[in-house]
């Protein structure tokens, strides 16, 4: 039987069936409103957070100051990222050791790459409850140097380790570049669902592999009525749930609720081989992305109030190694093939 002629079969739901996808249909068209497909950050004003650091009072042994995140001193911060600003306050007051920072050497102006705004100046640093806002500007790169100093003994003088976060790009975005997802994201874009998982988020999303559509024998082109497109909707978003759900915070038997409203059921065999409904199992866990993670799985999900009638997924596997193998069919499967309900946790 077709594709076509299956979702066309399942599009015949109860009265109440359709009345709770009509729902889902107002809310994801809701949600699509002010969604791009493109990850993008604005740049300039406000694409950065500003962060307290406080610097100790400074000694004349390398590292010479010590920096941390809190005015008790308890958490050290050991490098920078140049993402970020940040404001310098001495601790506890410190008065010895006037404190500053430069990128071109010992007492020297700064340039250009970098902003610093408030008290002290290259010659004479901040003390006591002077303090002053470091701010990374274009052009300055982890390959620059950034040092810090005493202003009265040069001999105190060394430089930051740098850091810079990449900026993640979002789950469609991040789907394309896999190379294994593109009947995904061309299926999401047919039902005009990417500009919800380009959104904020955060999202949870099992995306299955190319293969795994193929097999499903997903033909785009046969959806052309309203009816089977919101059949392929729900069936997408089936796949879906609002909040960020890594694979450590997977357990056997958990149920995960997910944007229709309708439970996937988890299981974890063995040494942590995860299988879902009984029948798909997660390949590639905790892929993160800007806006939520992506765990890859084989087999497309049907939502329970979809799915045909018909005995439990099958599955390959190896009693010794406690293992599931994925790649195995009953023909080819050399250990046992095992209804996945009936597989040993």
């Known amino acids: 039987m077709g594709f076509k002629k299956v979702s066309q079969k399942l599009a015949t739901l109860t009265i109440v069936g359709i009345a709770a996808l009509l729902v889902f249909t107002v809310v994801m068209s809701a949600l ?9 950050a604005e740049d300039g004003e406000g694409s950065s957070d500003v962060i ?9 042994s390398d590292p010479y100051f010590q920096f941390y995140l809190d005015q008790e001193g308890n958490s050290e911060l050991t490098e920078l990222d140049i993402s970020n600003s940040y404001k310098f306050h001495r601790l506890n007051d410190a008065t ?17 790459e970098i902003s610093l705004e408030g008290d002290g100046l290259s010659d004479s640093g901040i003390t006591g409850s002077e303090s002053f806002t470091l701010t990374f500007n274009d052009g300055f790169s982890v390959d620059d ?5 005493c202003t009265v003994h040069s001999s105190m003088f060394a430089d930051f380790t740098l850091v810079e976060t990449a900026d993640l790009p979002n789950i469609p975005a991040t789907a394309v570049s896999t190379g294994e997802h593109n009947s995904l994201v061309a299926a999401l874009t047919h039902a005009n669902l990417v500009g919800v998982l380009s959104s904020e988020g955060p999202y949870t999303v099992f995306a299955p592999t190319d293969a795994a559509f193929e097999e499903m024998g ?12 919101e059949t392929l909707a729900k069936i997408l978003s089936y796949h879906v749930k609002m909040g960020r759900i890594m694979s450590s915070e997977l357990s056997d038997g958990m149920e995960i609720n997910s944007l229709i409203q309708e439970p996937i059921t988890v299981n974890i065999y ?14 590639t ?20 109030s979809m799915a045909p ?31 996945a309900v009936d597989i040993p946790t």
């Open 270 to 283: 063995g040494q942590g081989a995860v299988v879902l409904n009984g029948e798909s199992s997660v390949t």
């Open 218 to 229: 997903l033909n785009l082109s046969e959806f052309d009525t309203d009816e089977e497109n």
């Open 32 to 40: 699509i409103v002010d969604s791009n497909y493109s990850a993008s």
């Open 145 to 149: 140097t950034l040092s810090y100093y």
């Open 309 to 339: 009638e018909g005995p439990p997924g099958e599955i390959c596997y190896d009693m010794d190694t406690h293992t599931v193998d994925v790649t195995k069919t009953e023909e080819t499967c050399e250990e046992m093939w095992l209804p």
């Open 96 to 112: 010895s050791h006037p404190f500053y920072v430069s990128d071109q050497g010992y007492e020297a102006e700064a340039s250009e």
């Open 52 to 60: 307290d650091v406080y610097v100790d009072g400074g000694a004349m």
């Open 285 to 304: 866990a905790d892929v993160e992305t800007s806006n939520g993670v992506i765990h890859v799985i084989d087999k497309v999900l049907m939502p329970p």
